[in-house]
């Protein structure tokens, strides 16, 4: 069972390029989110869906866009990196918020932008 | 505004007990987590409160008080395998979750 995948791992973009993350889940979770977690501070949530064909802003959503097209994956696209976009992004998957609302969570892509 | 404030660094020693306090400011509240992180990896779930009271699982004990918004996590016979960081997160009214910065939890032997 291989929960939540993240890819790429790993990327090195120049200020202007655009790309996209990929987060696939096989839990059959509703949930998804998109994080971004930089030095000091706490994890920030980018842009969440509740289901397959809806998405919805959170903290930080500015240069980033969303789709949810399939239950099981979530994209978070960049379409013209900054700087400022360098960091680690997480992406999670949680059956509700009414439960426990435990998150699991991929392991990560670090993304540089210079 | 809502905030969450715990330390950013601790040290204890391999197999000594250790207690992680973490205090949040909210409007409303919905639940309180304490997740694992160690370096270079996810978060990784370790409790989950919304009464009052302390729950435990194994090692890891978990306490709230909602009337003074503080929680700790309680860590036993301290491995050094718990050398992460360990990160409290409350919901919010609107289920909405806030992340606190994290506590840097480093083992000595």
């Known amino acids: 069972n291989a929960g939540v995948t993240q890819t790429p791992k790993f990327r090195v973009l120049k200020t202007g390029q655009s790309m996209t993350l990929l987060c696939a889940q096989d839990?059959?979770?509703?949930?998804m989110y998109w994080y971004r977690q930089d030095p000091g501070m706490g994890l920030r949530l980018i842009h969440y869906s509740v289901g397959e064909g809806t998405t919805a802003k959170g903290e930080v959503p500015d240069g980033y866009n969303v789709s949810r097209l399939k239950k099981q994956n979530f994209l978070l696209g960049l379409e013209s990196a900054a700087p400022s976009q360098t960091s680690v992004y997480f992406c999670a998957s949680s059956l509700g918020t009414t439960d426990t609302g435990e998150l699991f969570f991929g392991e990560g892509s670090r993304l540089t932008v210079l | 505004g809502q905030n969450i404030d715990q330390p950013t660094e601790m040290t204890a020693t391999e197999g000594a007990i250790v207690q992680i306090n973490c205090t949040y400011q909210?409007?409303?509240?919905?639940?309180l987590f304490w997740y694992q992180q160690h370096a270079g990896e996810a978060p990784t779930f370790l409790s989950y409160?919304?009464l009052d009271g302390l729950e435990e699982k194994g090692r890891f004990s978990s306490f709230l008080s909602r009337s003074k918004g503080y929680s700790y996590l309680l860590l036993k016979e301290l491995q050094m395998k718990d050398s992460a960081s360990y990160l409290c997160?409350?919901?919010?009214?609107?289920?909405?979750?806030?992340w606190g910065a994290g506590t840097k939890l480093i083992i000595k032997p």
């Open positions: 409160n919304v």
């Open positions: 909210t409007s409303g509240f919905n639940g």
């Open positions: 839990m059959n979770h509703e949930y």
């Open positions: 997160v409350f919901m919010d009214s609107n289920y909405q979750l806030i």
